[in-house]
C-alpha cells in the first residue's frame, strides 16, 4: 500500500532509531504499567485505563507543556465526548441486536446446522472461522464470549482441537469480526475519528484484511504456534 500511495521509504538508521527512543522515553513504560497493574490485581482494566489518562495527563501538562489545564482539557473532553456518544450510540444498536440473536437462540441454530455439515477437524475449523467472523461483525465481544463459547467448547473437544488454541482461534476471530464491512466497530470509530465516510474506509481496510485472514489461517491450521509458549511452561 505504501508503494501505491508513493510514501517516502527512508533507508534504516540505527541513530534516527536512538532518538526516537528517547522522544518516546516517557510513553514506551504505558503498556508496562497498565499488564502490571492488571495482572498485579493492584487495578482493573478499566481502572488501568483511567490511570493510563491520568499519567499521560501528567506528562503532557509537566513533562511537555503540550497541554494547558484550562485553555486545552475542556475542549479536548468535548471532542472525545462527541466521538464516545457516536460509539455508544452504534454499541447500543448492537447490544439490542445481540439480544435479539440470543432471544431467538440464531447462534444455537447455527451451530445445530453446523453439526450436521462437519465430519472432520478441517472443516470444523473452516465453518468455525466463517461462525465467529460472523459473530464478530453482529457481537459485541463480550456477549460473545459468554454466549458462544458455551456452544463450541463440546464440539471442538469432539475434533480434539486444544482449549487454549480453541481461545486463541476464537479471539482472533472476533477481532478481525471487530475490523470487517459492513458493521465492524472498528470501521465505525474510525469513520467517526478521521471524518471519512464509512464506505470509503470499508475499501481501505480490504487489503489489511486479507493480510488479517491469512494471519488467521496460519493460527488456525498450525496449532503448534499457539501452543509453543504453554507447552515450554507445562515442561
Given at each position: 500500500?505504501?508503494?501505491?500511495?508513493?510514501?517516502?521509504?527512508?533507508?534504516?538508521?540505527?541513530?534516527?532509531?536512538?532518538?526516537?527512543?528517547?522522544?518516546?522515553?516517557?510513553?514506551?513504560?504505558?503498556?508496562?504499567?497498565?499488564?502490571?497493574?492488571?495482572?498485579?490485581?493492584?487495578?482493573?482494566?478499566?481502572?488501568?485505563?483511567?490511570?493510563?489518562?491520568?499519567?499521560?495527563?501528567?506528562?503532557?501538562?509537566?513533562?511537555?507543556?503540550?497541554?494547558?489545564?484550562?485553555?486545552d482539557v475542556p475542549r479536548i473532553m468535548r471532542?472525545?465526548?462527541?466521538?464516545?456518544?457516536?460509539?455508544?450510540?452504534?454499541?447500543?444498536?448492537?447490544?439490542?441486536?445481540?439480544?435479539?440473536?440470543?432471544?431467538?437462540?440464531?447462534?444455537?441454530?447455527?451451530?445445530?446446522?453446523?453439526?450436521?455439515?462437519?465430519?472432520?477437524?478441517?472443516?470444523?475449523?473452516?465453518?468455525?472461522?466463517?461462525?465467529?467472523?460472523?459473530?464478530?461483525?453482529?457481537?459485541?465481544?463480550?456477549?460473545?464470549?459468554?454466549?458462544?463459547?458455551?456452544?463450541?467448547?463440546?464440539?471442538?473437544?469432539?475434533?480434539?482441537?486444544?482449549?487454549?488454541?480453541?481461545?486463541?482461534?476464537?479471539?482472533?476471530?472476533?477481532?478481525?469480526?471487530?475490523?470487517?464491512?459492513?458493521?465492524?466497530?472498528?470501521?465505525?470509530?474510525?469513520?467517526?475519528?478521521?471524518?471519512?465516510?464509512?464506505?470509503?474506509?470499508?475499501?481501505?481496510?480490504?487489503?489489511?484484511?486479507?493480510?488479517?485472514?491469512?494471519?488467521?489461517?496460519?493460527?488456525?491450521?498450525?496449532?503448534?504456534?499457539?501452543?509453543?509458549?504453554?507447552?515450554?511452561?507445562?515442561?
Amino acid at each position: 500500500m505504501g508503494k501505491k500511495w508513493r510514501l517516502e521509504r527512508p533507508p534504516f538508521s540505527f541513530v534516527q532509531l536512538l532518538s526516537a527512543l528517547r522522544e518516546a522515553a516517557w510513553e514506551l513504560p504505558i503498556p508496562l504499567f497498565i499488564l502490571a497493574g492488571i495482572y498485579s490485581g493492584f487495578a482493573t482494566a478499566t481502572e488501568a485505563a483511567a490511570l493510563t489518562v491520568v499519567y499521560v495527563l501528567l506528562i503532557k501538562t509537566l513533562v511537555f507543556h503540550e497541554i494547558r489545564l484550562r485553555g486545552d482539557v475542556p475542549r479536548i473532553m468535548r471532542e472525545s465526548m462527541k466521538m464516545v456518544g457516536s460509539i455508544m450510540i452504534i454499541l447500543g444498536a448492537a447490544l439490542g441486536f445481540t439480544n435479539y440473536l440470543i432471544d431467538a437462540f440464531i447462534p444455537m441454530k447455527i451451530l445445530k446446522a453446523m453439526e450436521g455439515i462437519i465430519h472432520t477437524r478441517l472443516v470444523f475449523l473452516l465453518v468455525l472461522n466463517f461462525f465467529l467472523i460472523l459473530v464478530g461483525c453482529m457481537m459485541d465481544i463480550f456477549s460473545a464470549i459468554l454466549v458462544v463459547v458455551p456452544l463450541i467448547v463440546p464440539l471442538a473437544a469432539r475434533f480434539g482441537v486444544d482449549p487454549v488454541h480453541l481461545g486463541i482461534i476464537f479471539l482472533a476471530n472476533l477481532c478481525i469480526g471487530y475490523n470487517t464491512p459492513p458493521v465492524g466497530l472498528n470501521l465505525f470509530i474510525a469513520s467517526s475519528r478521521f471524518e471519512r465516510p464509512i464506505v470509503q474506509l470499508y475499501r481501505a481496510t480490504l487489503p489489511f484484511l486479507l493480510l488479517l485472514l491469512v494471519t488467521l489461517m496460519l493460527i488456525t491450521y498450525w496449532p503448534s504456534l499457539s501452543l509453543f509458549l504453554p507447552g515450554l511452561m507445562k515442561s
